[in-house]
């Protein structure tokens, strides 16, 4: 399955962050991605291939 995401989508990953949150806004995309938890504001730095697998949807572009 192709995931369609872009720069500021709010996208749900597979296991919640420790702050009981999962939902994430993409704020870079290369060959990392970075993510930004929406409940505390913390940032996670992936790999493209991690970031695929990990993904669940994409809730907004």
Partial sequence: MKKD???NSI??????????SNTFQITRIGVDI?????NC??????????????????MEE
């Fill in 34 to 38: 970075k993510i930004k938890c929406l």
């Fill in 41 to 58: 504001g913390r940032s996670i730095m992936l790999d493209r291939v991690d970031f695929d697998k990990k993904i669940k949807k994409v």
């Fill in 5 to 7: 995401y872009k720069l």
């Fill in 11 to 20: 996208v749900m990953m597979k296991k919640p962050h420790p702050c009981k």
